[in-house]
């Protein structure tokens, strides 16, 4: 069994988005996600085989989609985001680190 905090034990250096394994399995791939002023470079869109669940367990964020639609998160908020829908992180907070928990399944 591991026990750990998804609020605990955050990297120091946040210069890259920092993506930590949960649990893989070959159903399921689940993570925690930390931002800190980090987006989706302009013009890249995330197009993903599997089925993604976020939710925003700190901090706050915008996701976009490729059909135009915007979508603000604050923390507890969650989101389903179908396979293949395409989408990117518009803007992650500045002032504190957004922490993300995100089921791929």
Do not use: C
């Not at 399995?25 to 470079?41: C, G, M, N």
């Not at 013009?43 to 915007?70: C, I, P």
């Not at 518009?90 to 957004?98: C, N, V």
Request: hydrophobic fraction near 40%; charged fraction near 25%; proline fraction near 1%.
């Amino acid at each position: 069994m591991d026990k750990a905090n998804i609020l605990g034990n955050l990297a120091k250096d946040l210069t890259e988005e920092q993506f930590e394994v949960i649990v893989n399995t070959d159903s399921v791939l689940v993570e925690r996600i930390i931002s800190k002023a980090h987006v989706t470079p302009a013009g890249q869109w995330y197009d993903q085989e599997r089925s993604e669940w976020v939710m925003v367990m700190q901090g706050a964020a915008k996701l976009e989609f490729k059909t135009g639609e915007m979508v603000s998160l604050k923390q507890g908020d969650y989101v389903n985001i179908g396979a293949h829908v395409k989408h990117r992180v518009a803007w992650t907070s500045e002032q504190t680190e957004t922490i993300w928990l995100a089921v791929h399944y």
